[in-house]
């Protein structure tokens, strides 16, 4: 809005100068004005910038960036341009140096390992130390985050060797660096292996109307997707909690299926839990049986219907146990 408000009036005159001469009018030569506030503005707008610091550019000289030491501030068209320059200077003082990449550490490892069979060959995790501008204090290895132990030294070059590793061997290995006055760098070698479930109950017993539990645990790595089935009619079909009844909870390596209030009529059977990762998959069976309790009413004689005296007596019950064991000792007696 100021550029507009600005346009001189033709014909205008105005001494050459800067800073307050030109703004006041001081002595100099006359020639057009290329600068100056109409006459009609008001007296207000017509007022000269306040004073401002001197912006530290580049010398003293002419051109938009100029300041004089004698006005020791500058004119209303150089100062947008002024603030620009400042918040670009500032900005690049604040982003690293070209050589800031080359200061932090590379490290040089070698390729993630998958074990196809149990147990399988040996295997070695190296990493290598390559560019380091830091004092090195000590290096060590980490699986899945916690240190691994006996693996604490001081050295570049690192070594790790998994001695026929399992599936239980799989995971996330990290070789880290400590340095003395910067913080620590570290690489990741990945050990991956199809799952191999490690834990679950072969069979769970539950009357009707109970609840009952079952779980599957795993190794190997990445962790897998857990998934549980039914077989019925000798097919495996999902569960799905249409009836509010079945609650799965999975954890990584870990899974587990509850079943409230268990029906007699629908609930029983196989249960297979699944594990599925991208190196494989494996599955075990759970087999659900539950428990009818049967009352049986034992129905006594009244008084009445006891037989009289002379009525002959029925056959003597006796204990078959008892009877087994007094013919042992006839026999033992008469040898």
Request: charge should be positive; charged fraction near 20%.
């Amino acid at each position: 809005m100021l550029s507009l408000l600005s346009r001189p009036r033709p014909g205008a005159k105005v001494s050459r100068g800067l800073g307050a001469a030109a703004v006041g009018g001081g002595r100099g030569r006359t020639e057009p004005c290329h600068g100056c506030l109409p006459r009609s503005l008001p007296r207000a707008l017509a007022r000269p910038l306040p004073p401002s610091p001197p912006f530290p550019g580049p010398g003293s000289g002419p051109g938009p960036f100029a300041v004089p030491s004698s006005a020791g501030r500058m004119s209303g068209s150089s100062l947008p341009s002024a603030l620009a320059l400042s918040l670009l200077l500032v900005s690049g003082s604040l982003l690293p140096g070209p050589g800031a990449a080359q200061n932090e550490p590379r490290i040089v490892t070698s390729e993630e390992v998958i074990i196809r069979e149990s147990p399988a060959p040996s295997v070695t995790l190296q990493c290598n130390l390559t560019s380091n501008s830091h004092t090195l204090t000590y290096s060590y290895w980490t699986k899945n985050g916690v240190e691994l132990t006996a693996t604490r030294k001081n050295a570049s070059n690192m070594e790790y060797r998994i001695n026929k590793p399992r599936a239980e061997d799989s995971g996330e290995y990290h070789c880290v660096y400590q340095f003395l006055s910067a913080p620590k760098a570290n690489a990741t070698i990945e050990v991956k292996a199809a799952p191999d479930i490690t834990g679950h109950k072969r069979s769970e017993n539950k009357n009707e109307g109970q609840d009952a539990m079952m779980y599957c645990k795993s190794v190997g790595y990445p962790h897998p997707e857990w998934t549980w089935h039914k077989k019925e009619n000798g097919m495996l079909v999902d569960i799905v909690n249409t009836s509010g009844r079945f609650i799965i909870i999975n954890r990584e390596n870990y899974t587990e299926l509850s079943i409230t209030n268990l029906q007699i009529t629908e609930d029983p059977g196989e249960y297979e839990c699944n594990a599925t990762n991208s190196i494989g998959s494996a599955s075990v069976v759970t087999i659900l049986i539950l428990v009818v309790i049967i009352v049986v009413y034992e129905k006594r004689k009244r008084p009445d219907e006891v037989p009289d005296d002379d009525e002959p007596a029925g056959p003597m019950k006796t204990n078959s146990t008892n009877n087994h064991k007094d013919k042992n000792l006839r026999q033992r007696n008469t040898n």
